[in-house]
């Protein structure tokens, strides 16, 4: 992720003197920016207008230390990229506006187009795009205000661009043979800085050598991410600095200097903020409990480090925000039910104790300070994200941008929060969202979404399962917030105790399938469901947890997962022998043993003969060999499995055409299981296969 600081220089009389030629806009992507219209009337929501939605920055826990707000160095306006998706082309439209705080309410457009970054991780020897989340675009402005820099994909490679922020135009400004990493304005104002891996190319190239004459099978390969072994990621890191003509040079020790500060993560920092003034980050202590980020520290351009020694300073965060005279730190801190709230703290470094702001159930995400105001981006359970501000005085927030106006015109069902503990005492919170028509008294089908819910309420981890649009064809959903994992709550000294309590006796399971089991219990007793038709859903962690409660209750009468199934004797071979051996830390037998133990409770192959309950898989091209002893196993024995594979996609699927077929057949599914008829998703789904599949069944079952 790229970190954005506030730099002081001088004006640049070269970048006054440049004139940037006009990026034309794409006629189909004219309304990726909201437009004043007349009021509409008031309907249901669909699911086209959850894919549709305008989103900025990335997922939440994608965003960590990064924003997607870049702030003027005056403190006036803002700079930030809108991103929205078109399943009709199975395409992205995006645009770069610039908001003027003192009159907010028309974004100045000052680039349009570019295609879709996936963000790319490392994973041991294994490169990943991990899960189609968008890598997250931080703006950062010109020491003079006139230009705003970027990242942005034109077909192969992510390079910097340059617009300038009077709307009269955008260009191309590095031509660098791989990705972009990250960037900044030298201090001069007249350049900027940028890193790039050039050796990446020297690294595929002699993979592609090796491939001449065939491959070792090694702890390079994970055949779920590719069928071929992954190249390491070079850790050099070239920086060089590029000259507003477009001229490369290489970078001064203080260009370079600059750059790498932005990415140092003191005392192995978790949460970090950088500005000109100097570094803030929380930091563990001997003494810090294991499901803590730290303690916060200021480290000063002096050189001098701070601590704060108020217990507010101590705890889990969700935030930071260094302001650029180093003398306001904000702070956003986990607190309430569960961790189910955000307190907000303003600290003067080294003068007293952090004075309380708010606490909210809302997300505040890449906050940043505009001078004497806070800018974050903020997201409800019934909103979706949008700019405000926070006076620091006083708390209250005021409205910025809203890059989605017309979700004020669908109609939405009521969300209530809901709090309580499962059968271990472990305290658990969701969001209960019931139909808009729904009568007094009904008692509803119940749909279980997982695994966060401190945020909008838009599909679930994955973004598979479009709750409100569920929600509109009549059923109750449960957003479900993932207990505490147990290792978390209690000290521990190793990862081999930490595994004996999350995977001894499947412990960790057990606590979510009480989570799911107290939740349903409390709204059959207040009379809102019908018990005998709840549905389950659940991507990555959260189909792990619905797989283990479908095998061992009876809580679920069909299930929808994003992704399926760790089994005996396909997992193994397909996570190849680095992720098998990682796996094998939490308590996982040999690949050559029987274990019936561990496998007769987790496995769906081994309880194929009895395993009776629908099951919707819907997977990634690379992901879903996963299923296929699942699929077999259910298939031979007669189960109902239904194995949807989507191409080009890799764990979180990124692509708006497959992300609107995933939501509608997700509400088909549901319908045709829990009320008989997939109803107006019909269309969208094979109804004649999914009648044979329960005919079969129905055959199948002993007399």
């Not at 004020?408 to 209530?416: A, I, K, M, T």
């Not at 109804?687 to 079969?696: G, K, Q, S």
Request: glycine residues 8%; aromatic residues 8%.
């Amino acid at each position: 992720m790229w970190l954005q600081r506030r730099l002081v220089a001088s004006v640049s009389p070269l970048l006054l003197a440049i004139a940037l030629a006009a990026t034309p806009a794409a006629a189909a992507c004219e309304d990726v920016v909201p437009a004043e219209r007349a009021a509409v009337q008031l309907r249901d929501i669909a699911p086209l207008d959850l894919v549709r939605l305008r989103d900025l920055g990335t997922t939440a826990d994608m965003m960590m230390n990064g924003s997607p707000i870049g702030v003027s160095p005056d403190g006036s306006k803002l700079a930030i990229q809108l991103r929205r998706a078109e399943p009709a082309t199975n395409s992205y439209c995006h645009a770069l506006v610039v908001i003027d705080l003192v009159n907010p309410s028309t974004p100045r457009i000052i680039d349009r187009g570019g295609d879709y970054i996936r963000y790319r991780f490392q994973r041991g020897p294994i490169a990943y795009y991990t899960a189609g989340n968008p890598l997250l675009i931080e703006p950062i402005w010109s020491p003079d205000g006139r230009h705003v820099a970027f990242l942005k994909r034109i077909s192969d490679h992510v390079q910097v661009w340059v617009a300038a922020s009077d709307g009269s135009g955008s260009r191309q400004l590095t031509s660098a043979p791989v990705d972009v990493e990250a960037f900044d304005w030298v201090p001069s104002g007249q350049a900027i800085a940028f890193q790039t891996r050039p050796k990446r190319i020297e690294a595929l190239q002699a993979l592609d050598a090796e491939g001449l004459t065939g491959f070792v099978y090694d702890h390079r390969w994970s055949p779920l991410a590719r069928n071929k072994p992954s190249h390491r990621e070079p850790t050099e890191a070239l920086i060089e600095t590029v000259n507003m003509d477009g001229t490369v040079r290489a970078a001064t020790a203080v260009e370079q200097r600059s750059l790498t500060r932005l990415q140092e993560r003191p005392d192995g920092a978790f949460w970090f903020s950088s500005s000109a003034a100097g570094l803030a980050w929380s930091s563990k202590g001997e003494r810090s409990r294991a499901n803590v980020d730290g303690t916060l520290k200021v480290r000063l351009q002096s050189g001098d480090v701070i601590q704060c020694a108020a217990e507010s300073c101590d705890g889990r965060f969700s935030g930071l925000a260094l302001s650029d005279d180093g003398k306001r730190l904000l702070f956003l801190r986990r607190t309430g039910w569960g961790n189910s709230q955000d307190a907000l703290y303003i600290w003067q470094p080294g003068r007293g104790v952090p004075r309380h702001l708010l606490t909210t159930r809302d997300r505040f995400l890449g906050c940043r300070w505009a001078k004497q105001r806070i800018v974050c981006a903020l997201e409800q359970p019934s909103r979706p994200r949008r700019i405000v501000s926070i006076d620091p005085t006083t708390g209250s927030i005021g409205e910025i941008f809203d890059p989605n106006p017309e979700f004020r015109h669908l109609r939405l069902g009521p969300v209530e929060r809901l709090e309580w503990r499962n059968d271990r005492g472990v305290p658990v919170y969701a969001d209960l969202i019931l139909p808009p028509s729904r009568q007094p008294g009904e008692r509803l089908p119940l749909i279980v979404v997982q695994y966060r819910t401190r945020e909008f309420l838009r599909g679930g981890t994955g973004d598979e399962y479009p709750i409100f649009a569920l929600a509109a064809q009549g059923f109750a959903v449960l957003s479900i917030e993932r207990p505490t994992h147990l290792s978390q709550m209690q000290p521990t000294e190793s990862q081999a105790e930490r595994a004996q309590l999350d995977y001894g006796d499947w412990a960790d399971r057990k606590s979510v399938m009480s989570a799911f089991a107290t939740g349903i219990e409390l709204l059959d007793r207040r009379g809102l469901i019908d018990p005998k038709r709840v549905g389950i859903t659940g991507l990555s962690d959260g189909a792990v947890s619905a797989k283990y409660a479908l095998l061992n209750s009876d809580l679920f009468a069909v299930g929808a997962l994003g992704g399926c199934c760790t089994e005996p004797k396909t997992h193994a071979p397909l996570l190849g022998q680095q992720g098998w051996d990682h796996l094998r830390t939490y308590l996982y037998p040999r690949y050559i043993d029987d274990a019936p133990a561990f496998w007769g409770s987790f496995s769906f192959a081994r309880n194929a003969a009895r395993f009776r309950t629908p099951l919707l898989v819907q997977a990634s091209d690379d992901e879903y060999l996963a299923a296929l002893e699942t699929f077999t196993s259910l298939r031979e024995a007669g189960g109902i499995i239904d194995l949807i594979v989507f191409p080009d996609e890799h764990h979180m699927k990124w692509q708006p055409a497959h992300r609107l077929a995933m939501y509608n057949r997700n509400i088909a599914w549901f319908s045709f299981w829990l009320k008989g008829d997939p109803g107006p998703f019909a269309r969208w789904v094979d109804v004649v296969r999914w009648t044979e599949l329960r005919d079969r069944a129905a055959r199948a079952r002993p007399s």
